[in-house]
C-alpha cells in the first residue's frame, strides 16, 4: 500500500520537531516530511506528490502564500493548511482565495492540530454537532463523480453537504458565494425534499430536484439518500445548460453516488477522539515544547 505523504514547512526546527512528534499517532501508513524553508520546499513538491501540506505564513526566502500560490499550480489536489503567528483578517481571507484547506493561527493545541490533519487526509467534517465519517476511497469516489457531473453541465461550482450544512466537498469557483449560509439553509430543509419523494412512490431515497431561478445565477440542490445534497450553481448565460440537461445529468450522478456516500456514517462530537491518559499527557508535553519554541 502506497503511504500518504505530509510535508510541513517551518523555518524554525523546534516547531518542525514538535508537529512531526504529534503526528507520529496517525500511523506508519502515513511518511512525513519537514522542510525548514519555502524554496527547498518548492523543489521537493515539484518532483513528490504530497497529500497534505503544512506551511507557516512568516518564513525568510518565501512566505506561505507564495509557497500556497506555487503548490495551486504544480500540485492542485494537495490539502493545504496555513498556521500563522501573525494572523489578520486579510491574511486568511488570501488563504481562503488560495483554497487553503484550513488556517490556523499559533499557538496550536497538538491535539487540534492532529485531529485538522485527520479531517485533511479523511475529509471528515469535524464541525458540531456531529461528525461525518467518509473513508479516503469512498472520498475519492465520490469526488471522481462530482468532477465528472462539474464537466457535463458547465457549473460554475459544485458543493457536497451533509443535513447539518456542513461542507463536505466544494469544486469550481465559489468566489463571492456565501456557501456556508446556502448550505445551512439547504441543509434544514433535505427533510422536506426527501417527503417530495416519499409523496410521490414511497421511496424515501428518491431523487428530487429543487430549482432556484436567479438574476445572473441558477441553483439546482438535488438530495443524495436521507442526508447528503448535491448543489450545482449554474451562470446565467447564452450558453448554459437547460433545466432538463442538468437535471439528467445531476440525477444520473446522484443515483451513482447512493451507493458510495449515502450512508455514510454521523458519530457525536462528544466521541471520546482523545481520551486516553497517556494521550493527554503527551499533547500536553508537546503543548509545553510549541509555547517553549
Not at 493545504?80 to 491574511?91: C, E, P, Q, R, S
Not at 443535513?163 to 434544514?188: C, N
Not at 445534497?229 to 437535471?247: E, I, K, N, P, Q
Amino acid at each position: 500500500m502506497n503511504k500518504r505523504r505530509i510535508l510541513i514547512v517551518d523555518d524554525e526546527e523546534a516547531i518542525l520537531v514538535v508537529l512531526k512528534s504529534s503526528l507520529k499517532k496517525l500511523g506508519d501508513e502515513y511518511e512525513i516530511h519537514t522542510i525548514d524553508n519555502g524554496l527547498d520546499a518548492l523543489k521537493l513538491i515539484e518532483h513528490t506528490p504530497f497529500d497534505v501540506i503544512v506551511t507557516d505564513y512568516q518564513m525568510a526566502d518565501m512566505n506561505g502564500l507564495e509557497l500556497l500560490e506555487a503548490i495551486r499550480v504544480i500540485q492542485p489536489s494537495s490539502k493545504v493548511i496555513m498556521i500563522t503567528a501573525y494572523g489578520t483578517g486579510n491574511l486568511e481571507a488570501e488563504a481562503r482565495r488560495l483554497k487553503a484547506y484550513e488556517y490556523l493561527t499559533k499557538p496550536l493545541e497538538i491535539s487540534a492540530f492532529r485531529e485538522v490533519i485527520q479531517s485533511a487526509l479523511d475529509d471528515m467534517a469535524l464541525t458540531l454537532p456531529g461528525i461525518v465519517i467518509m473513508s479516503d476511497k469512498r472520498y475519492r469516489e465520490a469526488l471522481q463523480q462530482l468532477e465528472q457531473l462539474l464537466l457535463d453541465v458547465g457549473a460554475r461550482c459544485l458543493l457536497l453537504a451533509d443535513a447539518g450544512g456542513r461542507v463536505m466537498a466544494q469544486l469550481g469557483d465559489s468566489t463571492d458565494l456565501p456557501v456556508e449560509e446556502i448550505v445551512t439553509l439547504l441543509g434544514g430543509g433535505i427533510s422536506t425534499i426527501i417527503e417530495v419523494g416519499r409523496s410521490l412512490d414511497n421511496n424515501p431515497d428518491a431523487v428530487s430536484l429543487t430549482y432556484l431561478e436567479g438574476d445572473r445565477e441558477d441553483l439546482y440542490v438535488i438530495n443524495v439518500g436521507q442526508q447528503i445534497l448535491l448543489v450545482l450553481v449554474v451562470d446565467r448565460t447564452a450558453y448554459s445548460s437547460r433545466l432538463g440537461s442538468v437535471w439528467y445529468y445531476a440525477k444520473q450522478t446522484a443515483v451513482s453516488l447512493l451507493p458510495i456516500i449515502g450512508d455514510v456514517n454521523f458519530k457525536e462530537a462528544t466521541s471520546e477522539l482523545f481520551d486516553d491518559t497517556m494521550e493527554e499527557a503527551f499533547n500536553s508535553e508537546l503543548d509545553k515544547l510549541w509555547e517553549l519554541s
